[in-house]
């Protein structure tokens, strides 16, 4: 069955029936193995192997022979992101590359990414074929996974409202014939979702919780949630106008989730998964929930609204309640949560909080084998009384700004307890600016890293 795709375009891989030129991808220290008249041209013209260096040289007819690409010291993978932008449109192929192939064609794929909704489409195309004994179902995988996350968190708020994200949702479900289901409005409260429906009932979509399920009952249970907050205002607490800049990427979460499940039910994991995603618009109207107020969550704990702007965390408290009442093997949630988790990190690092050690490591020797960076943060609990208030069990948003991602995170802890582990993402999401692995905008953040733990498990 052909990849889900949430967007039209065309693929960074060569037919295997196309005619290719030859891309030479070299270390500083590997000219010697080039043909004795293309290392002769090389040198000729001052070709050094620098790291994205190219330069293309001629063929025995005098047009176009092929390229030669500098990989430097060899230690950047994502270096073949910069392809797509530094070779003629057409396809090539690699002659004679020893390193990882599959890694390159994933960073190749992943540095051609364009988002074109609101764009006219490219005009030239540069594609890679993918070498003999190569596996291309995987690396089509990962890079439908990564486009899926990016189109969804790129997509500005007018075009990704609630109803919008479950378009999504339910065409994930039923392209691999999975159950979908969807709790709106007002229905939220009698079902038990007290606190999603009072973070999303001042917007104009109705807020609601999804969920998908697929895979073999029986077996491993692999529960995701992901936070899906379409549009964060602030609520009441009114972000200024440069916090709201990003907004949109507050379902990043969500998008990210979307794009592990698809990850795992194309590889076909034998797991049975469980995918929930709460669903709102943080908007400012007159029913909008307010700073005081206090509301009973679906795991019976009273919270105090002490900031509205920390919303993503009552939304997931209701979602984790219910992922965890079924007893889940594994149960991750992924959202962009904090501003004090970019303090500590930066944008391009996925922190994640976890209460399994086994877990943890798997998940760190993955990411760094594959270049998908996570770090561990700890989930110290003499920072739970940051969480305690006079009139209600928890506070959603702890006095003194201090270990912010951290009392998040305990936060959300308080909403699971039977889940054999459980882990915490708080990501951002998005990349500030052009770098070898894409352009600046929405991103995919660790699913690489948490799939090669699940598939390995």
Not at 26 to 53: D, V, W, Y
Not at 135 to 149: D, M, N, P, S
Not at 199 to 209: I, N
Request: glycine fraction near 10%; include cysteine; proline fraction near 5%.
């Amino acid at each position: 069955m052909p990849l889900f795709q949430y967007a039209e375009r065309k693929s960074p891989f060569s037919p295997i029936q196309a005619e290719t030129r030859p891309l030479y991808a070299l270390t500083q220290s590997a000219a010697e193995k080039l043909p004795e008249n293309i290392r002769a041209f090389a040198t000729a013209a001052g070709f050094g192997a620098r790291e994205g260096e190219c330069l293309l040289f001629p063929g025995a007819e005098g047009g176009l022979g092929g390229a030669l690409f500098g990989l430097g010291s060899g230690e950047n993978p994502f270096v073949f992101g910069r392809l797509s932008k530094l070779l003629p449109a057409g396809d090539w192929r690699l002659e004679d590359h020893e390193g990882d192939a599959t890694l390159a064609l994933t960073a190749f794929a992943a540095g051609s990414y364009r988002f074109e909704r609101y764009l006219k489409p490219a005009a030239r195309s540069v594609r890679l074929a993918v070498p003999e004994g190569v596996a291309i179902a995987e690396i089509e995988r990962v890079w439908a996974a990564i486009a899926l996350a990016r189109d969804l968190v790129n997509t500005p708020a007018n075009d990704m409202q609630p109803d919008h994200l479950e378009e999504v949702f339910s065409a994930l479900a039923n392209h691999y014939q999975a159950s979908f289901k969807s709790i709106r409005g007002d229905d939220l409260l009698p079902a038990g979702f007290p606190l999603v429906h009072a973070v999303g009932r001042a917007g104009e979509k109705a807020p609601r919780l999804m969920e998908m399920r697929w895979g073999r009952k029986g077996a491993r249970l692999v529960t995701l949630v992901g936070k899906g907050v379409c549009f964060d205002t602030g609520g009441l607490d009114l972000k200024p106008s440069s916090g709201m800049a990003l907004m949109k990427k507050d379902m990043g979460g969500a998008a990210n989730v979307l794009a592990l499940s698809l990850m795992i039910m194309d590889a076909g994991l034998d797991v049975d998964l469980r995918v929930i995603i709460p669903s709102v618009e943080n908007s400012v109207a007159g029913n909008a929930f307010r700073p005081g107020d206090i509301y009973r969550s679906r795991k019976g704990l009273t919270v105090q609204i002490d900031n509205t702007d920390a919303e993503g965390r009552l939304i997931l408290a209701d979602a984790l309640t219910y992922a965890d009442e079924e007893l889940p093997d594994l149960l991750i949630d992924m959202a962009t949560l904090t501003g004090a988790a970019r303090v500590a990190l930066g944008p391009d690092i996925a922190p994640f909080f976890t209460t399994s050690d086994e877990f943890a490591a798997s998940l760190g020797e993955a990411g760094n084998r594959l270049g998908d960076p996570v770090w561990r943060m700890p989930l110290f609990a003499g920072y739970e009384t940051k969480l305690k208030t006079g009139i209600a069990d928890l506070t959603n948003a702890p006095a003194g700004g201090m270990a912010g991602a951290i009392t998040a995170a305990l936060f959300l802890k308080q909403f699971v307890s039977r889940a054999r582990s459980w882990a915490h993402f708080d990501i951002y999401a998005y990349a500030q600016n052009d770098r070898d692995f894409g352009p600046a905008g929405g991103e995919a953040q660790a699913i690489r890293a948490i799939f090669e733990t699940i598939r390995k498990a």
